[in-house]
């Protein structure tokens, strides 16, 4: 992921050092500078329906420090897209860094950016069987989700001004002692709200 990001900042310095800077000498006094616009950027998947477009990309959006400040390893980035004709989910997934002998060998985490609503990644987690625990965090209705059919793992789902952020943490023991369940979510909110902040500021540009 950094090589593409890197690559893709040396192409916009090119693209920016082709263009001449005009001196003021080339601004005709008697007309009005033109406005400043913005382009938003065309997610990299766009479904058939009419629902918002997903602004959030956790492949493009979320920065490298702010992942490795996590645990997790940027340089392991695994895309997790999942094309439909009626939603889109934008997505990659991350290895952990941590590892502790005897307990925790790894862990990964994956992050989905959806533009279905908060009511419908309820209903669709509890139709899965899952255990819910709806709650809050930075502000935004959240849903913790864990299913005993699924041991080791744990998600949390986050509304957003365009759908949810869903992130999904499984951890892979060290040994064949169990987990408690009570562990299985430890440490996943403050990932979340590492990379809930990040997106707050990505909203708050985009107003």
């Not at 490298?64 to 094309?83: C, I, R």
């Amino acid at each position: 992921m950094t090589g593409r990001r890197t690559a893709g900042a040396l192409l916009a310095v090119g693209v920016l050092a082709g263009c001449a800077v005009p001196s003021h000498s080339a601004i005709a006094t008697d007309e009005p500078p033109t406005p400043a616009t913005t382009t938003a950027r065309v997610p990299r998947l766009v479904d058939e329906s009419d629902r918002p477009l997903v602004a959030f990309d956790p492949c493009l959006d979320i920065p490298d420090d702010v992942l490795t400040a996590a645990g997790y390893d940027p340089m392991s980035e695994d895309n997790a897209d999942f094309a439909a004709t009626h939603f889109t989910m934008l997505g990659c997934s991350y290895d952990g860094t941590v590892h502790i002998p005897g307990v925790l060998a790894n862990y990964g985490l994956s992050v989905l950016s959806a533009n279905f609503d908060f009511e419908e990644e309820r209903q669709k987690a509890s139709g899965n069987g899952d255990d819910l625990v709806l709650t809050e965090l930075a502000g935004r209705r959240a849903l913790l989700k864990t299913n005993t059919s699924l041991p080791y793992r744990c998600g949390l789902s986050v509304e957003t001004s365009y759908g949810v952020l869903i992130f999904g943490r499984i951890h892979f023991r060290d040994s064949s002692a169990p987990l408690p369940e009570s562990q299985w979510c430890v440490g996943l909110e403050d990932t979340v709200g590492r990379i809930v902040a990040v997106l707050d500021d990505f909203e708050s540009a985009s107003r």
